[in-house]
C-alpha cells in the first residue's frame, strides 16, 4: 500500500525558504497528483496546492507568489519550498495523495496522508 | 474561493447517540465533498468521498448525504473511537477548501 512520508527541518528562520520533501513508497508518484497541506497549531486544514509528475501544478492563490511544489520521478518524490516565512507559517505541514483526474477540474479528496511534520518559525 | 461553513463547531455526545454534522458551501459544487476525521497528533483520514460514498475500510455506521450546496455526515451510533475532529472539504473547484471542523467530544 501506497506510504508517504515527509522530511525536512523543523525550525526555519523567519524571511527564509521552508523546503520539505515527500517520499512516496509503495507506488509511482506518476501515477497520482500530489498534494501539500497545513495545519497551524489548534487551526483548521488549509491545501498548500498539488503537483502532477508532468509538471502540472495549481496552488491556493493565498500562497501562489511564495511557493513552489517540484517533483522528481527518479526519487519518487515530490517537494515543498515556501519563501519569506513569517511566524504565521508555523505548522504541521502534510503530504497527501490527490484523487483529481488529470482529464477532469474535479476530484474526490486527498485519500493517502503522511504522518505530517512540524515546522516551526522562529529566530 | 469557495467558502465551507461546517456546524456545530464542537458538541458533546454519548456512546451510542446519533450524530449530523452540517456542511454548506458558498456555491452549488454538485457532489464534490469530502468528510475528514482526525484524531489529535494525527493525519486527516478520508471518511468520505463524492458526498456520500465511504472510503473503503470505513465502518458502516458512517454515512453522508446531500448535494449543491448543503451536505451532512451522520454517525449511527457513536463509538469511543469516533471521539474527534470531522472536517469537510470541497474537491470541485481550486483552491480545496476545507470547513472549520467540528470537535465531537464525550459527555
Known amino acids: 500500500q501506497v506510504q508517504l512520508q515527509e522530511s525536512g527541518p523543523g525550525l526555519v528562520k523567519p524571511s527564509e525558504t521552508l523546503s520539505l520533501t515527500c517520499t512516496v513508497s509503495g507506488g509511482s508518484i506518476t501515477n497520482h497528483y500530489w498534494s501539500w497541506v497545513r495545519q497551524p497549531p489548534g487551526k483548521g486544514l488549509e491545501w498548500i496546492g498539488y503537483i502532477h509528475y508532468t509538471g502540472n501544478t495549481n496552488k491556493n492563490p493565498s500562497l501562489n507568489s511564495r511557493v513552489i511544489i517540484s517533483a522528481d520521478t527518479s526519487k519518487n518524490q515530490f517537494s515543498l519550498k515556501l519563501s519569506s516565512v513569517t511566524a504565521a507559517d508555523t505548522a504541521v505541514y502534510y503530504c497527501?495523495?490527490?484523487?483529481?483526474?488529470?482529464?477532469?477540474?474535479?476530484?474526490?479528496?486527498?485519500?493517502?496522508w503522511g504522518q505530517g511534520t512540524t515546522v516551526i518559525v522562529s529566530s | 474561493d469557495i467558502q465551507m461553513t461546517q456546524s456545530p463547531s464542537s458538541l458533546s455526545a454519548s456512546v451510542g447517540d446519533r450524530v449530523t454534522i452540517t456542511c454548506r458551501t458558498s456555491q452549488t459544487i454538485s457532489r464534490y465533498l469530502n468528510w475528514y476525521q482526525q484524531k489529535p497528533g494525527k493525519a486527516p483520514k478520508l471518511l468520505i468521498y463524492?458526498?456520500?460514498t465511504l472510503q473503503s475500510g470505513v465502518p458502516s455506521r458512517f454515512s453522508g448525504s446531500g448535494s449543491g450546496t448543503d451536505f451532512n455526515i451522520t454517525i449511527r451510533s457513536l463509538q469511543p473511537e469516533d471521539f474527534a475532529n470531522y472536517y469537510c472539504?470541497?474537491?470541485?473547484?481550486?483552491?480545496?477548501?476545507f470547513g472549520q471542523g467540528t470537535k465531537v467530544e464525550i459527555k
Open positions: 497527501a495523495r490527490d484523487t483529481k483526474s488529470y482529464y477532469e477540474s474535479s476530484g474526490d479528496g486527498l485519500d493517502v
Open positions: 472539504q470541497q474537491s470541485y473547484h481550486t483552491p480545496w477548501t
Open positions: 463524492a458526498a456520500s
